[in-house]
């Protein structure tokens, strides 16, 4: 596992060091660059919790990277969370994020504390959420 390398994912100070270039003068640049920056970060956070799934110790070092990998994924998110978008690519980064809070699991009536029949809007939302995660998994490819 490259930890190291994913920490330079964020400066110390927080500035975004590393990633893949994206012309300033493209719009959303800055949150589409993010994105890149979290799905490396995922990745590298989901091979650090496989390696960690024979620990029994919360403090064994695979746990601790895999730890480590999150914060490191949290703090990019952060950073997509106070970014405001003006472009399908720059919602599509959002999607990620949620979807990342929610380890990839789909939206369902159930997780927006619908009980019983959901409301017409409760429906509408799932149906973009998922069509939503549909896309941004296809930019991916």
């Known amino acids: 596992m490259a930890l190291a390398s994913s920490r330079a994912l964020l400066g110390t100070t927080g500035i975004i060091v590393a990633g ?3 012309s300033s003068k493209v719009p959303d640049h ?3 660059r993010l994105g890149h920056l979290l799905e490396e970060s ?3 956070e989901n091979a650090a919790w496989e390696a960690a799934k024979g620990e029994n110790d919360d403090e ?3 746990t601790i990277m895999a730890d480590e990998q ?5 703090a990019i998110v952060g950073k997509i969370e106070a970014t405001s978008v003006a472009t399908l690519a720059g919602v ?4 990620r ?3 990342w809070c929610r380890n990839d699991d789909p939206f369902t009536p159930g997780c927006l504390g619908s009980d019983g029949s959901p409301a017409t809007e409760t429906r509408l939302l799932v149906g973009l959420m ?3 995660q549909r896309m941004s998994v296809a930019t991916r490819t």
């Not at 999150?70 to 949290?74: A, I, N, R």
């Not at 599509?92 to 999607?95: A, E, H, I, Q, R």
């Open 70 to 74: 999150t914060e490191v994924s949290s």
């Open 30 to 32: 800055d949150t589409v």
């Open 92 to 95: 599509l980064v959002k999607v």
């Open 130 to 132: 998922r069509d939503l």
């Open 20 to 22: 893949p270039a994206v």
């Open 60 to 62: 064994g070092p695979n």
């Open 42 to 44: 995922w990745r590298l």
């Open 97 to 99: 994020a949620i979807f």
